[in-house]
């Protein structure tokens, strides 16, 4: 009244505060189930460390969420400390944003949660279980130890999601050291060969940002 608003007026701002409210509480339980790092936007990334890389890809990839209709991946690679993590969290919460479903994992920790549900007849269950997620991230997959048992399932669940859904994997090594990963080269080709036919990859050249960051601190650690 005291506006002088009329009743449409008013029940716009009705309407607009509620789909408003909606929203983020819908917001709140994507990104609360993604488990996503904190704090990890594209915004608030250092891309002076990493002055080689250009940004523009990953930033229509954040901005465009169309690849995950096409069950494309995404692969990032580089030295630890280079900021995978984060260009891969940034780009996760931007498809949440965008109300795709998504989840982040440590590879190890999926894989053991895989290699568990195997063990109880229960692997194709948790396959399909993921399904629900548009987007899963499966960051520091080098980590994964070479044995048969967990590379198995981890080759499951790339030939699994192969033209289905998306993966978004981070990942220290080359492909051409993925042998120290998979258990043998035929599993090797034929894991790599079902993630890069639809694949974005970045390869990130620089140093380690914590590494510099501590010599930063301490100049007698150079």
Not at 45 to 52: A, G
Not at 89 to 95: F, T, V
């Amino acid at each position: 009244m005291q506006e002088g608003w009329s009743y449409a007026q008013f029940l716009l701002q009705l309407c607009e505060s509620e789909v408003h409210h909606r929203w983020q509480s819908w917001l709140k339980r994507a990104l609360s189930e993604a488990q996503l790092p904190t704090g990890k936007t594209l915004s608030n990334f250092d891309w002076s460390h990493v002055p080689k890389l250009n940004p523009a890809p990953i930033r229509q990839l954040a901005e465009d969420p169309s690849w995950l209709a096409r069950s494309d991946n995404c692969l990032i690679f580089g030295a630890s400390g280079v900021g995978k993590t984060h260009i891969a969290a940034a780009i996760a919460r931007s498809m949440v944003e965008f109300g795709k479903r998504v989840k982040f994992f440590s590879a190890i920790a999926l894989v053991q949660h895989l290699q568990q549900a195997k063990l109880h007849l229960q692997l194709q269950a948790a396959l399909k279980k993921l399904d629900r997620f548009d987007l899963i991230v499966l960051d520091d997959l080098g980590y994964v130890k070479k044995s048969e048992a967990e590379t198995s399932v981890l080759f499951e669940l790339i030939a699994h999601r192969y033209e289905r859904k998306s993966l978004l994997i981070t990942a220290n090594q080359p492909f051409s050291q993925w042998d120290t990963i998979f258990a043998d080269s035929m599993m090797t080709v034929a894991a790599v060969d079902r993630l890069v036919h639809h694949a974005l990859i970045i390869d990130i050249q620089a140093e380690s940002y914590r590494k510099q960051s501590a010599q930063a601190r301490s100049p007698s650690l150079t």
